[in-house]
């Protein structure tokens, strides 16, 4: 089992609300990592980081920022949240930077009304 | 763009069948790795495959991977009704930006009948 937490697991909120979804690794891995999926489909990397004070938007598009400045801690924020925003977000980290396996947390289903 | 593509995008057996399923990809690669995803939940690695080595095994997990091809396959053998799920191939980038970071096909999604 992964030590790699994120919370919420559920959130429903209204449009123009700010959000912060929470992604912690006790694993002391340097690398992280968002990831968007709808329903079904693929993992898109909308964030990553190689480790503290490091962070790179993904292949897709986001609205979203990030910040690190622990290395066990890698917050996602929504400014200004939109029903567009809907979708599971999914934390990950790595230990090094060889494409090496990434340990996944549970998700935070995110719903914009 | 999408660098894997996988098929078939669902697959249904009987418990004690072997699953297959297979992962294509575009550009060269570091390695490649297999994911499982229960419902709603966050993946789990199940295998990974160097760009040099042909065949891996793991359990019931059998991975090969055809770089000259760009094609990858996962059998799972002796089927169970625990390994329902979805499975995705995601490929790591050799170098350069890339480095490192994994792009995931679609995934395929299979159902295993008690």
């Known amino acids: 089992e992964a030590d790699i937490y994120q919370t919420p697991r559920y959130l429903v909120i209204g449009t123009g609300k700010k959000i912060t979804l929470e992604c912690s690794q006790t694993m002391g891995h340097d690398k992280m990592y968002w990831y968007q999926q709808d329903p079904g489909m693929e993992l898109h990397l909308i964030h990553y980081s190689y480790g503290v004070n490091s962070t790179e938007k993904g292949d897709l598009s986001s609205e979203s920022t990030v910040s690190r400045i622990r290395t066990e801690h890698f917050p996602l924020t929504l400014e200004s949240a939109r029903p567009s925003h809907t979708s599971q977000y999914l934390c990950?980290?790595?230990?090094?930077?060889?494409?090496?396996?990434?340990?996944f947390g549970p998700g935070t289903r995110l719903t914009v009304t | 763009s999408q660098q894997g593509e996988e098929d078939p995008q669902a697959l249904s057996i009987q418990e004690g069948e072997n699953a297959t399923m297979n992962c294509s990809y575009k550009?060269?690669?570091?390695?490649l790795q297999w994911y499982r995803q229960n419902s709603g939940r966050g993946l789990v690695h199940l295998i990974l495959?160097?760009?040099?080595?042909r065949e891996k095994h793991s359990g019931r997990l059998r991975v090969t991977l055809d770089t000259s091809k760009k094609s990858s396959s996962l059998l799972i053998t002796a089927s169970r009704a625990a390994d329902t799920a979805s499975y995705f191939c995601?490929?790591?980038?050799?170098?350069?930006?890339?480095?490192?970071?994994?792009?995931f096909g679609q995934g395929t999604i299979l159902t295993v009948h008690p």
């Open positions: 990950a980290s790595s230990e090094w930077a060889g494409g090496n396996e990434q340990y």
């Open positions: 495959i160097r760009s040099n080595e």
């Open positions: 995601a490929t790591a980038s050799p170098g350069g930006t890339s480095y490192g970071k994994l792009t």
């Open positions: 550009t060269s690669i570091n390695n």
